[in-house]
């Protein structure tokens, strides 16, 4: 816990290099002595790795780092772990059946850890309808998003009824490529989507592999100490965080009627575009209903309460259409078997994957921390996207400085950060442009981004990055991507936007191995 007499004057940003997943150890110094430890997510891509960096070395890392100071043996410590929000590659390896690349299966690779605190984002509190009402249907998303991905890969591959029409469309390569991206978007849940997977829909009340992961966070915090679930708009009680530091909370968004601003992944349009690219939006409660309603082997058309375009017993089952005489002849004729449109609705399957992709994203729980004597700030938003970065800029902290009490903004807190974790690996719509990076104006900037190449196309966004080297004067710090490794940084000519003295103490608080880039921000 934190050491209540000496006021923080250094952190040292600890991002592991295990691939594309966020993982970042937090410590705090005074002076020379660590009084305060904080991990933020532990996570990776499903089913990917990296050579460099397993994570048994990461964990190995992590249990150094954490054993108790001045003690002789004893359990790995932190004061905090923070869990942003409930995607594979943030917390994938706080399952409880993890298997690693030496062989070992069904571990909990933090069952011995001692946890004092866990810091979660109100949407993840199962005492809060609301939050139980979102995470129900935002599940249902997960649900139904994998059996848009398995129909739409079997209808390219033969399997499960495709008709030989589709396997012989000329189209039918970029429709095997668009139901892998959608499949990739799955896996952020933690669910495979091949054309042979078992639809998660039909095991009934078999939970997402995220949710099996979240729950035991719960858990490992409830072990040795408590579980927070926070709000927008607090600022976490002194006795919390070490001395000499405040830390708010600016996401998710809080409770509103319809959610607005957790829905909002993408950016406007037109002249109100919020980031350097835009999308449209779209409704898909039919569209789940259906996938959920087909994973389960009935019709949505004939199933009470399901969410359909027409009224109760409008639809037809598959079954029965095909003992029905004359679309025997024509719909299921070999000679109209080109005209068929079994698997056109499930078209929509990718606008609907980013629509779900982006409202997980903005439940992230999102963290500034301060130093209170320089007003420094290191921003972690997690995945946060254009809806939570916006609802930032309505709140407000009050803030004692000496005998006076000050008013903090969203807008304070970004013109002093100096490091910056980019939200999404550096997607095109999770940082904004004038609400966000362009009031990045400290000139010390730092940015983060945990990406590893060729995992997500897009990714990192080009004219982010270029806005980013700008921003920071050449000092952006990718964790595991070949076309973009830390250790150049080193050897590179210094930027000329950038003085020698700034260049050098950047290069001197920078620490590079294979497992982890370590970047120290002076308070």
Known sequence: MADKKQRVTQIKVRMYRQGFGDCFLLQFFAKTERVFTMLIDCGIKLNTSRDECPIERVMDDLRRELAPQGKKG??????????????????????????????????????????????????????????????????????????????????????????????????????????????????????????????????????????????????????????????????????????????????????????????????????????????????????????????????????????????????????????????????????????????????????????????VNNTSLVLAIEFEDSEKVLLFPGDAQVGSWLSWHDLQWQVKSGSATRTKTATDLLNNTVLYKVSHHGSHNATLREKGLELMTHPDLVALIPEQEGKYRGIIHPELLERLEQRCRGRVIVSADSGHRPEVLRTTARPAELDAKGWKQFQDNLEITDTYVEYTVEG
């Open 74 to 359: 004893g359990p790995p410590t932190l004061d905090v772990l923070v869990a942003t929000h409930e995607h594979w590659d943030h917390i994938a390896y706080f399952h409880p059946e993890t298997t690693t690349k030496s062989g070992g299966k069904g571990q909990d690779l933090f069952a011995d850890f001692v946890i004092r605190q866990v810091w979660l984002s109100w949407t993840e509190d199962p005492e809060n309808p609301r939050a139980r009402q979102l995470n129900s249907r935002l599940r249902d998303g997960a649900r139904a998003l994998q059996m848009a991905a398995i129909k739409l890969q079997q209808s390219t591959t033969g399997v499960s009824g495709s008709s030989t029409a589709l396997n012989e469309d000329p189209s039918r390569a970029a429709r095997t490529a668009f139901g892998k991206g959608v499949a990739e978007v799955a896996s952020f849940y933690g669910l495979e989507a091949t054309a042979h997977s078992e639809p998660l829909a039909a095991a009934g009340s078999k939970s997402l592999k995220t949710q099996e992961a979240l729950e035991n966070v719960i858990q490992l915090g409830k072990k040795h100490g408590r579980v927070r679930y926070f709000q927008p708009e607090t600022l976490v009680d002194a006795e919390n965080v070490p001395p000499g530091i405040r830390v708010y909370v600016l996401g998710p968004p809080g409770i509103q009627p319809d959610d607005k601003l957790l829905k909002k992944s993408n950016p406007s349009a037109g002249d109100r575009k919020e980031t350097y690219l835009n999308l449209d939006q779209a409704g898909f409660a039919g569209f789940v209903d259906g996938l959920l309603t087909l994973a389960d082997g009935t019709s949505a058309g004939a199933t009470p309460g399901a969410s359909t375009p027409f009224g109760a017993g409008t639809g037809l089952p598959l079954g029965a259409a095909n003992q029905n005489h004359y679309l025997r002849e024509t719909y299921f004729g070999q000679r109209e078997a080109y005209r068929k449109i079994d698997y056109t609705w499930l078209d929509a399957a990718g606008q609907f994957a980013l629509q779900l992709d982006g409202a």
